[in-house]
């Protein structure tokens, strides 16, 4: 069974950083689509950045490129998302997400209809 375990939430203050993990377990393969997503209260859940496992590809919504970087570790199957110069309306719940379908051809996005594997979500949350 597929399970993703996302770690590394918590609170900090305005320009501070936080480290994101996503542990995949259940799943072998190397090749696949891992995003992260974020909610706020009374938003809908946004794509933050993406990355194709099996490659280089990435990609990061315009609110935080510059300041998140997502990276991947294939042998402990393990996304990372090392989040900067935070701002208070980067607060949300982050979840991860992999599309394990197949057929990205190698790109992967922040669209939540193509992620058919979630975690339960970690808080962050930042002040002013």
């Known amino acids: 069974q597929v399970q993703l375990q996302e770690s590394g939430g918590g609170s900090v203050q305005s320009g501070g950083s936080l480290r994101l993990s996503c542990e995949v377990s259940?799943?072998?393969?190397?090749?696949?689509?891992m995003g992260w997503f974020r909610q706020a209260p009374g938003k809908e859940r946004e794509g933050v950045a993406a990355?194709?496992?099996?490659?280089?590809?990435?990609w990061y919504a315009d609110s935080v490129k510059g300041r998140f970087t997502i990276s991947q570790d294939n042998a402990k199957n393990t996304s990372y998302l090392q989040m900067n110069s935070l701002k208070p309306e980067d607060t949300a719940m982050y979840y991860c997400?992999?599309?394990?379908?197949?057929?990205?051809?190698?790109?992967?996005?922040?669209?939540?209809?193509?992620?058919?594997?979630w975690g339960q979500g970690t808080q962050v949350t930042v002040s002013s």
């Open positions: 997400a992999a599309d394990l379908d197949g057929g990205s051809g190698g790109y992967c996005y922040g669209l939540v209809y193509e992620y058919n594997y």
């Open positions: 259940g799943y072998t393969y190397s090749s696949y689509c």
């Open positions: 990355i194709y496992t099996g490659g280089s590809f990435t």
